[in-house]
T-cell receptor, first 114, second 113 residues
Framework: AQSVTQLDSHVSVSEGTPVLLRCNYSSSYSPSLFWYVQHPNKGLQLLLKYTSAATLVKGINGFEAEFKKSETSFHLTKPSAHMSDAAEYFCVVSTNFGNEKLTFGTGTRLTIIP | GAGVSQTPSNKVTEKGKYVELRCDPISGHTALYWYRQSLGQGPEFLIYFQGTGAADDSGLPNDRFFAVRPEGSVSTLKIQRTERGDSAVYLC???????????FGPGTRLTVL
């Protein structure tokens, strides 16, 4: 079985400061890992994905994540937070051998303080 | 272009009633997925279709839940004898094929009174 644990249910940062959203995964196989963002009243949007190529993955809107096998982590970072980053973020692992079935974490709500 | 659409956006029903939730995937996408998101939780996988057939329905919670995709495009999630615990946001996603990015719809919020 595969799973992800998001270590913080809520993170608050000031605008212009760095963002760190933490995620640990558990997988019996080489995982595919994703970060999705969910803005209020909008659909889930893919931020970035890791599929065993480069361990540092760059996504949209200045976000990036680093796959660390030794730490079983896939933390999401951004150097400078913007007000528009306020949303719910989900760390996701794919089950089976592709991404047919996504397993989501419980989410981290990011609040940006003006 | 048009994204994944879901209708209705909101559905309120009474315990014991039957409901149908519809998903229109992105044109040309062969894979279609259903997820359920309860309050304060991440989405949970229910079922996915490759074409017309259900390739994996292991996430359906019980036999009150059923989904179809008869022509390989639109899908309907059907819930019989609804219970209050079925209240959630039901999300649909589609992808060009499996192993491609899943694009999510806005969801249908189901409330069972």
């Amino acid at each position: 079985a595969q799973s992800v644990t998001q270590l913080d249910s809520h993170v608050s940062v000031s605008e212009g400061t760095p963002v760190l959203l933490r995620c640990n995964y558990s997988s019996s196989y080489s995982p595919s890992l994703f970060w999705y963002v969910q803005h209020p009243n909008k659909g889930l949007q893919l931020l970035l994905k890791y599929t065993s190529a480069a361990t540092l993955v760059k996504g949209i809107n200045g976000f990036e994540a680093e796959f660390k096998k030794s730490e079983t982590s896939f933390h999401l970072t951004k150097p400078s937070a913007h007000m528009s980053d306020a949303a719910e973020y989900f760390c996701v692992v794919s089950t089976n051998f592709g991404n047919e079935k996504l397993t989501f974490g419980t989410g981290t709500r990011l609040t940006i303080i003006p | 272009g048009a994204g994944v659409s879901q209708t209705p956006s909101n559905k309120v029903t009474e315990k014991g009633k039957y409901v149908e939730l519809r998903c229109d995937p992105i044109s040309g996408h062969t894979a279609l997925y259903w997820y359920r998101q309860s309050l304060g939780q991440g989405p949970e996988f229910l079922i996915y279709f490759q074409g017309t057939g259900a390739a994996d329905d292991s996430g359906l919670p019980n036999d009150r839940f059923f989904a179809v995709r008869p022509e390989g495009s639109v899908s309907t999630l059907k819930i019989q004898r609804t219970e209050r615990g079925d209240s959630a946001v039901y999300l649909c996603a589609s992808s060009l094929s499996t192993n491609n990015e899943q694009f999510f719809g806005p969801g249908t919020r189901l409330t069972v009174l």
